[in-house]
Nanobody, 122 residues
Framework: VQLVESGGGLVQAGGSLRLSCAAA????????MGWFRKVPGKQREGVSG????????YYSDSVKGRFTMSSDNAKNTVYLQMNSLKPEDTAVYYC????????????????WGQGTQVTVSS
């Protein structure tokens, strides 16, 4: 199984980015998929998760209303559309897959990507 994130970069506050997570070896339709972020010196934070088959979707309070997670079964890819970015959104963003969104909510993940850096300048 391989999860490959892309789409990170440098953006000004108020801007937008779309992260992608391309999956190989598993179907994003059959797994709960999630996005996490990590800042050096801080705990990893769960940002969003989705399990398409059950319709279960969640967002952390810090991104609710600004970030939207979606999936494309044809491309076997999940996305994180990030709008109204803030400097505090600066982090390495990771994609993860697990059996349930409940597991993702507590930070569990069977599979992880390598991460993509998002930097938001003020």
């Amino acid at each position: 199984v391989q999860l490959v994130e892309s789409g990170g970069g440098l953006v000004q506050a108020g801007g937008s980015l779309r992260l992608s997570c391309a999956a190989a070896g598993l179907s994003v339709d059959n797994y709960a998929m999630g996005w996490f972020r990590k800042v050096p010196g801080k705990q990893r934070e769960g940002v969003s998760g989705i399990r398409k088959r059950t319709g279960d979707t969640y967002y952390s309070d810090s991104v609710k209303g600004r970030f939207t997670m979606s999936s494309d079964n044809a491309k076997n890819t999940v996305y994180l559309q990030m709008n109204s970015l803030k400097p505090e959104d600066t982090a390495v963003y990771y994609c993860a897959a697990d059996d349930t969104t409940s597991n993702l909510r507590v930070g569990s993940g069977d599979y992880w990507g390598q991460g993509t850096q998002v930097t938001v300048s003020s």
